[in-house]
């Protein structure tokens, strides 16, 4: 008899939860961490990043109050007390996870998991037998091959920097990359983001891309496109950056947000005989199983959709069809997603550049104003909103903000979207006034499209 029913390589989001349903259903489920528990969202991602936006935020709130007749004094930003918060709390967190592990009757190991054979987990030169294994090692920072790299950090550091840089450079424009150019931004320092494509946020609906861009630019962040960093020197004064352009930008830190890799190597998969793809990432069908019959992944290992909710979504389907009895396949469409630049993205469903592949006609509704607590702050921030609809069935297939609030309301727009809710429905739900989100049930009108070319 097998010492576990499940074992789980890794104690990020997914993996915690898949053992610990399977747990509450009978399952005799280890797993082991070779980090800490809790993972990329609790300790380098979702978590940490979100208590930094909430700092970056009030340098424009102590401004604004102006606009209300408040009269804020002097005011400055203390690095090391928020990282010294921060930290305190994500203690607090791992505590949490840990304690739910034991609650829910999982062993927890502490050390690095390694695939013998099929059935096998060698942590730390102990061998555990499992019927069933469950990879969910998640996704790691990638950089370039460029001269001086190593000079550069990436976002795994960035959450403990031993002081406020007063110049940075990120490089990347994906929406790591973009969020940090605007929490430091919002710190005070001065940013130079470089991205290497011509704009920023690719796979987003193209309208958002570019007003995201020009609203990022208004606060004053040096948001350059078309230009990448090739070079990094040591210099008296910090880093020089040479870029792409011959530009040349002297620093005290260098960020690369250039993209995540499945966090795959060196446990045992090839000996195993897992496939992976090109990217290193665990080939998986639509149920979260590898090639080998009683071996599985899910999460950001897996490199599907790398987001903690869809993590933890599929480890809950995966445990509920091994142990309860109910299978339950992951859906990975529709899947409601923010972004904290400032103003941050709230995005669900299609862009339209994608509904106009998979619709025959879509009519698109739009409208771009500023938000009503604006106009006595002076502040030139936009709100933006779009509606893409299949014009064929009247249904809503994306939804697109830019806006304060913007994430928040992504999550229940999500929903109207996941429940296949219409045009009509929409307009015949009545406005909550005045908030912005009423102008996603007020745009009566599409927008007018330009008509097709002429093919002679």
């Known amino acids: 008899m097998a010492d576990f029913d499940l074992f789980v390589i890794g104690g ?59 009269m804020v004094g002097e005011s400055s930003f203390d690095w090391l007390k928020m990282v010294a918060a921060k930290s305190k709390e ?40 499992a ?68 704009m920023i946020l690719r796979g987003f609906d193209m309208d958002v891309r570019e007003i995201c861009c020009d609203e990022m630019r208004k606060t004053g962040l040096d948001l350059r496109l078309n230009e990448n960093a090739v070079k990094l020197e040591k210099i008296a004064g910090g880093i020089a950056v040479t870029t792409s352009q011959g530009n040349v930008l002297e620093v005290d830190q260098v960020i690369f947000a250039t993209g995540r890799a499945p966090n795959t190597a060196g446990i ?16 998986v069908d639509s149920g979260s199983r590898t090639n080998v019959a009683n071996i599985y992944a899910v999460g950001d290992c897996t490199d599907r959709v790398n987001l903690t909710p869809v993590a933890i979504h599929e480890g809950r389907c995966l445990a509920e069809t091994l142990y309860n009895n109910n299978p339950q396949i992951p859906d990975h469409r529709d ?33 771009r104003f500023r938000p009503l607590k604006h ?16 014009k064929s069935n009247d249904r809503v297939v994306g939804c697109h903000m830019i806006g304060s609030d913007a994430g928040e309301m992504s999550q229940l727009l999500g929903v109207a979207i996941k429940a296949g809710a219409t045009k009509a429905q929409f307009n015949e739900t009545m406005a909550v006034h005045p908030t912005s989100a009423e102008e996603f049930v007020t745009m009566y009108e599409p927008v007018i499209q330009p008509e097709p070319a002429v093919q002679e």
Not at 99 to 116: E, H, N, P
Not at 150 to 169: C, G, V, Y
Not at 274 to 279: A, G, I, P
Request: proline share 3%.
């Open 268 to 283: 045992g998969l090839d000996a195993v005989g897992v496939e992976l793809n090109h990217k290193g990432a665990v080939n």
């Open 90 to 129: 994500l203690d607090r967190l791992e505590g949490i996870y840990r304690r739910l592990l034991k609650d829910s009757g999982v062993t927890a190991f502490d050390g690095r998991g390694t695939l013998v054979d099929a059935n096998t987990v060698e942590v730390d030169g102990v061998r555990h037998s």
């Open 375 to 390: 106009t006595l702050t002076g502040r030139d921030e936009t709100v933006f909103m779009k509606l893409v609809v299949d």
């Open 335 to 367: 899947i409601a997603t923010a972004v904290f630049t400032q103003p941050e993205i709230g995005t669900v469903g299609l862009s339209e550049e994608d509904a106009r592949t998979h619709c025959a006609a879509v009519d698109i509704y739009k409208t």
């Open 12 to 70: 990020g989001s997914g993996g915690v939860a898949c053992a610990r349903r399977a747990a509450s259903h009978g399952a005799r489920v280890g797993l082991v961490e070779e980090s800490r528990m809790g993972g990329t969202c609790v300790h380098r991602g979702c978590i940490p990043k979100k208590f930094l936006v909430y700092a970056s935020h009030f340098h424009h709130e102590f401004e604004d109050a102006a606009g209300y007749g408040w």
């Open 131 to 198: 019927d069933n294994i469950l990879v969910a090692t998640g996704g790691w920072p990638s950089v370039p091959e460029i001269p001086g790299i190593e000079l550069a950090i990436t976002s795994n550091e960035t959450f403990d920097l031993p002081q406020l840089p007063k110049r940075m450079a990120i490089v990347g424009g994906g929406y790591i990359a973009c969020e940090f150019a605007c929490i430091f931004n919002g710190l005070g320092v001065e940013v130079v983001q470089l991205y290497r494509s011509d």
